[in-house]
């Protein structure tokens, strides 16, 4: 992947509106590439701080609407948190943290 390809992640994140979420797979859809979600994770993963900033890499869960990150520089808690700064309502089912997709998916 290039640095082209990082850029149109960052991009395409950049689109999510404040109050809604989009999955991996969808961005890596949008993004040309879409067998790609890993790719999307792994690129909003390396986010430098002031990036992070700027890319709302919160609106990124899974395609179960999971928070799915096990990352200790973006635990699963700031996300939740992020979210619910974004007005997106996170509730705990069995153990995981969940965002209703029907209610906040993004429809570009």
């Not at 430098?48 to 520089?73: F, H, L, M, Y």
């Given at each position: 992947m290039t640095n082209d390809?990082?850029?149109?992640?960052?991009?395409?994140?950049?689109?999510?509106p404040k109050g809604k979420v989009a999955t991996y797979g969808q961005i890596a859809a949008l993004a040309g590439a879409p067998r790609s979600a890993r790719v999307v994770g792994w690129v909003l993963h390396i986010l430098t701080e002031?990036?992070?900033?700027?890319?709302?890499?919160?609106?990124?869960?899974?395609?179960?609407?999971?928070?799915?990150?096990?990352?200790?520089?973006?635990p699963r808690d700031l996300q939740k948190m992020l979210l619910e700064g974004d007005g997106v309502e996170v509730k705990e089912k069995n153990g995981c943290l969940w965002v209703d997709l029907e209610?906040?998916?993004?429809k570009p």
């Amino acid at each position: 992947m290039t640095n082209d390809f990082y850029q149109k992640i960052y991009a395409l994140v950049g689109k999510i509106p404040k109050g809604k979420v989009a999955t991996y797979g969808q961005i890596a859809a949008l993004a040309g590439a879409p067998r790609s979600a890993r790719v999307v994770g792994w690129v909003l993963h390396i986010l430098t701080e002031p990036q992070a900033k700027k890319v709302p890499w919160q609106r990124v869960i899974n395609k179960e609407g999971i928070i799915s990150t096990t990352c200790e520089d973006h635990p699963r808690d700031l996300q939740k948190m992020l979210l619910e700064g974004d007005g997106v309502e996170v509730k705990e089912k069995n153990g995981c943290l969940w965002v209703d997709l029907e209610k906040y998916l993004w429809k570009p």
